[in-house]
């Protein structure tokens, strides 16, 4: 029997929705020094300053921009904010965005007040924003088991289980399953203007 593991690292992309490979195409973004903290694996949103930020619960879905996959590391850097794969707070810099709206993402549910079943593949999730880890540069983003809906308000679409031998379906003593999904509603997919 499997054992979930609680490894929180945020969205990574596996693939398309049309099947085809994710071919590692992303879009280098330009922050400012206003910013939250970004880690890899962070769903971020465009604001209306033209800068992206941390998409958190309860934003639009429309304004959803993409994943980070990665960070221009800035050398000479105080050493405690240099990392490869974390840009910190009140930095300006550059980040590698995932931007492609029809990019598939495995990510952790949290699990908390109940855990996603079969049944709920095609419902709509919202996302939990749980920081990050500057040790890691992992982002600490899940999607909310509590939030499946028909909403279609909420970010992200649950496709199916991510199918491998160290994950199952929640459960009380091993909630955190792992789940493939995508964008439901993208900054650059969607008809209202923005």
Known sequence: MAVNADRKNGFVPVGTITGNPWNDSVEVITLDATHAALYIGDVIKMTADGYPEIFAAGDSAVTALGV????????????????????????????????????????????????????????NIEIINGGGSASTGLSGMEIDSSTKAATATLPFRLLKLVNRPDNELGSTATPEARWLVKFNEHFYKQVTGV
């Open 68 to 123: 980070v996959v990665g960070v221009e590391v800035n050398r000479g850097l105080n050493a405690s904010t240099e990392h490869p794969g974390y840009m910190p707070i009140n930095v300006a810099g550059k980040v590698l965005v995932v931007t492609d709206p029809n990019v598939i993402f495995e990510v952790q549910e949290d699990g908390v007040a109940g855990s996603l079943a079969l049944a709920d593949v095609g419902l």
